[in-house]
Structure formats: C-alpha cells, structure tokens
T-cell receptor
Framework: TQLLEQSPQFLSIQEGENLTVYCNSSSVFSSLQWYRQEPGEGPVLLVTVVTGGEVKKLKRLTFQFGDARKDSSLHITAAQPGDTGLYLCAGDWAGNNRKLIWGLGTSLAVNP | SAVISQKPSRDICQRGTSLTIQCQVDSQVTMMFWYRQQPGQSLTLIATANQGSEATYESGFVIDKFPISRPNLTFSTLTVSNMSPEDSSIYLC?????????FGPGTRLTVL
C-alpha cells in the first residue's frame, strides 16, 4: 500500500504550458516536502509546507498544502525546458517514526 | 544547507564482489540516511546511520548485505556486499531531519 500517492507518474508537455502534480494520502502529515532531481544528481529540496492551507510560491512554481494536511499540489506556470526532471513529494508522518514517506515521483519532460 | 559529497560517483562491478560507498558532509550532523533509487523512480530508505551505534535498517535490508559505518558526525560508508545484478541502482546518502533532508549526488552502481 502506497501511503503517498503521486500523480501523474509521467508528463510530457510543450514549453509554455501549465501543469499540476498531486500528492494525496489518507494520512495526516506534520509537513510535506517537494524535491526536484535531475539526471546524475541527488534530489534538491524545493519547498517544505507545514501549515494546513499553506501556499508557497517559488518563481513559476506554486505549492499548496491541503487544509487537512493530507495532500499537496505543485503547479508550474509556463513550463520551460529547464523544469525537466523528476519531481518527488515526501511527507513527514509521525506514524512512521518520523521518517519520510516518499511518493513514487513524477517524471516531467518539457519540450522546446 | 549541508554540502554532501559521495565517492565513487559511479562504478561497474562484477557479481560476487563488494563495493564501499563513502559519504562526506561539510558540517557535523546527527542523522545520516542511505537510500536506494532505480533511475527515474522514487527513493527507498535502506538504513539510518547512527554515530556511535549500529545502523537502523528498514524492512528488507540486512546488515550482512549492507554494512554501514558511522565513525564520526561528518562521515559514513555503505558497503554493498556479495553483489548481484539486482543490486544495480543509484545509492544516495542524505542528512537532515524528517522535516528537511539534503542529498549527495549519488553513486550509480552497475553489477555485471
């Protein structure tokens, strides 16, 4: 059973399009993090959301934490080829001895 | 944020041999983690490296196969023992807390 469902798994879009990635769970998380990983590199932390309903923006990326702290979304506006990569969500869940629960990842390709 | 380096960055090994991966952090950290990742997929936690005591392994991972050392607060090693092709993967070390983690660049291992 996957505790943190991430969708879509694959996404291929044209430059300039918008997209949204979702992470959903039936469990409540203390916080949720989003990472981006490029080939040959480790994941890089983009943002941590902590408060239910919280919205954080990082240039063209908008992150939202659900009111009940069970889900989160990442929205990219006007995607660019440099946004290409693997996006991972990870939740801090008290029931897992405070270790991170990882989504399966979204592989994004932005074509010029 | 912490700066993390890993050695080697990649290796090709023969079946039955062992490989030791090193992880060096530029500052003292309490928690260090070792993950395994298939290219383009999510992360699986192998173990938590504890300074001064034995590592804590996740279900499906055992000390005989993945011995870990943590001699001080800035360094850890993971050994992949008696390798088989199924061990081909990317191995990542990370540091931080359940709220935020920082990753090394990874070691890409291919077992023939």
């Amino acid at each position: 059973t996957q505790l943190l469902e991430q969708s879509p798994q694959f996404l291929s879009i044209q430059e300039g399009e918008n997209l949204t990635v979702y992470c959903n769970s039936s469990s409540v998380f203390s916080s949720l993090q989003w990472y981006r990983q490029e080939p040959g590199e480790g994941p890089v932390l983009l943002v941590t959301v902590v408060t239910g309903g919280e919205v954080k923006k990082l240039k063209r990326l908008t992150f939202q934490f659900g009111d009940a702290r069970k889900d989160s979304s990442l929205h990219i506006t006007a995607a660019q080829p440099g946004d290409t990569g693997l996006y991972l969500c990870a939740g801090d869940w008290a029931g897992n001895n405070r270790k991170l629960i990882w989504g399966l990842g979204t592989s994004l390709a932005v074509n010029p | 944020s912490a700066v993390i380096s890993q050695k080697p960055s990649r290796d090709i090994c023969q079946r039955g041999t062992s490989l030791t991966i090193q992880c060096q952090v530029d500052s003292q950290v309490t928690m260090m983690f070792w993950y395994r990742q298939q290219p383009g997929q999510s992360l699986t936690l192998i173990a938590t490296a504890n300074q001064g005591s034995e590592a804590t392994y996740e279900s499906g991972f055992v000390i005989d196969k993945f011995p870990i050392s943590r001699p001080n607060l800035t360094f850890s090693t993971l050994t992949v023992s008696n390798m088989s092709p199924e061990d081909s993967s990317i191995y990542l070390c990370s540091v931080g807390s359940s709220g935020t983690q920082y990753f090394g660049p990874g070691t890409r291992l291919t077992v023939l």
